[in-house]
Nanobody, 121 residues
Framework: VQLQAYGGGLVQAGGSLRLSCAAS????????MGWYRQAPGKQREMVAE???????NYADSVEGRFTISRDNGRNVVYLLMNSLRPEDTALYSC????????????????WGQGTQVTVSS
């Protein structure tokens, strides 16, 4: 099972970016999918999470600016980031709780590689 993230880059303050993360492999089911970020010198923090039924959870700092969504048929999670601020600059990583064919009954956490988002002032 692998997660592959796409979509980071350099953008001016006030701009937008959309991140994508696709899960691949012998996947049986995916529970919560989410995006996390880590800025230099800071701890990793949750940005947004989404359940299979579409219910969402956002960090206060991104509420109203970021939107998380998912395509359950394609095992993809998206993060649309609007009104970006310099303080949003970080390495963004996706995570998914996955059960795979032949694996444990329980969900395990899988992480994608990070994608860098840099917001210039």
């Amino acid at each position: 099972v692998q997660l592959q993230a796409y979509g980071g880059g350099l953008v001016q303050a006030g701009g937008s970016l959309r991140l994508s993360c696709a899960a691949s492999g012998p996947i049986l089911s995916i529970n919560v999918m989410g995006w996390y970020r880590q800025a230099p010198g800071k701890q990793r923090e949750m940005v947004a999470e989404i359940s299979p039924d579409g219910s969402t959870n956002y960090a206060d700092s991104v509420e109203g600016r970021f939107t998380i969504s998912r395509d359950n048929g394609r095992n993809v999670v998206y993060l649309l980031m609007n009104s970006l601020r310099p303080e949003d600059t970080a390495l963004y990583s996706c995570k998914a709780e996955i059960r795979y064919f032949g694996g444990s009954y329980y969900y395990s956490d899988y992480w994608g590689q990070g994608t860098q988002v840099t917001v210039s002032s």
